[in-house]
């Protein structure tokens, strides 16, 4: 079955996900959620169940106590 990829970046400025996706047509988005399902849809999806595999990255300014 296929797998579908999102690739998700955490963006600390605008306290959002944005989000971008090869696989799925449209998803390029800035978000507190994620639309990939409802764009599936839109797209002509007619399967009832999809794997959907979120990967994310998280970057953040830390600084030692002291």
């Known amino acids: ?3 579908y990829s ?3 970046l955490w963006d600390a400025e605008a306290a959002v996900w944005v989000a971008a ?6 998803l390029v988005l800035e ?3 994620f639309a990939a399902p409802e764009l599936l849809e839109l797209n002509g ?3 009832k ?3 959907i595999c979120f990967r994310t990255e998280r970057y953040e300014q ?3 106590n002291g």
């Open 1 to 3: 079955m296929f797998e």
């Open 6 to 8: 999102v690739n998700l």
């Open 21 to 26: 996706s090869e696989d799925i047509p449209g």
């Open 31 to 33: 978000s507190g959620s």
């Open 45 to 47: 999806s007619t399967e």
């Open 49 to 51: 169940a999809f794997p």
């Open 62 to 64: 830390v600084r030692p």
